[in-house]
């Protein structure tokens, strides 16, 4: 069963563009989270995705935005990238999105801003 | 808010010692209770997880027990191998947050030949 994909792999954008990337879930799997990791901060919960639905976003400003589409697959967007943006991103799913089923992760996007 | 907190690292052991790596959560009922585990590189993988108190997760080795009354859980492994280096994550999922994990910071391990 394949895994959790997420492209691109590696990513390199200058302040002030903008950035997309993207989540494949584990087939059948309906729940898709992305979240942030730096090295100041750790790892961080942007928002979850449910059936084309966002049910829940953590604490990030307005530039950081996301969607589902009806196959699963999820991406997020960053606008007017800062260079504060720069971190990993990890994309996880689940069956259904409960409490407590376990999320299974990509192998993230490294995002730098020049 | 709900949060946890992890031992900091890192942690250096020699092969075959024993592992222990402190986890305490703060949170508003029962929530679930994750190890996971990351590797140069690599994304998160789960390592293991406990539902409700009292209950034992176990995975390759490694254990860690669901404990309500000191809000720990702590991860043990009796023996460990120089291919356990990487960085360890404590994490509790919010009840209400629909998959929201909070993660502790990460310990990183080290283990020498």
């Known amino acids: 069963k394949a895994g959790v994909t997420q492209t691109p792999r590696y990513l390199i954008k200058t302040r002030g563009q903008q950035v997309t990337l993207s989540c494949s879930p584990i087939s059948g799997h309906r729940s898709v989270s992305w979240y942030q990791q730096t090295p100041g901060q750790g790892l961080q919960f942007l928002f979850e995705y449910f059936s084309e639905t966002q049910r829940n976003k953590g604490n990030f400003p307005g530039r950081f935005s996301g969607r589902q589409f009806s196959n699963s697959r999820s991406e997020m967007n960053v606008s007017t990238l800062e260079l504060g943006d720069s971190a990993l991103y990890l994309c996880?799913?689940?069956?259904?999105?409960?409490?407590?089923?376990?999320?299974?992760f990509g192998d993230g996007t490294r995002l730098s801003i020049l | 808010g709900d949060s946890v907190t992890q031992m900091e690292g890192p942690v250096t052991l020699s092969e075959e010692a024993f592992l222990t790596i402190n986890c305490t959560y703060t949170?508003?009922?029962?929530?679930?209770l994750f190890w996971y585990v990351q590797y140069p590189g690599e994304g998160l993988q789960l390592l293991l997880k406990?539902?409700?108190?009292?209950d034992k997760g176990s995975n390759k080795g490694f254990e860690a027990t669901y404990r309500k009354e000191t809000t720990s859980f702590h991860l043990e492994k009796g023996s460990v191998q120089v291919s356990d280096s990487a960085v360890y994550f404590c994490?509790?999922?919010?009840?209400?947050?629909?998959?929201?994990?909070?993660f502790g910071a990460g310990t990183r391990l080290a283990v020498h030949p």
């Open positions: 949170a508003t009922g029962y929530p679930s």
């Open positions: 996880a799913s689940s069956l259904e999105g409960g409490s407590n089923q376990p999320q299974h």
């Open positions: 406990a539902t409700k108190a009292d």
């Open positions: 994490a509790l999922s919010d009840l209400g947050g629909y998959n929201k994990l909070i």
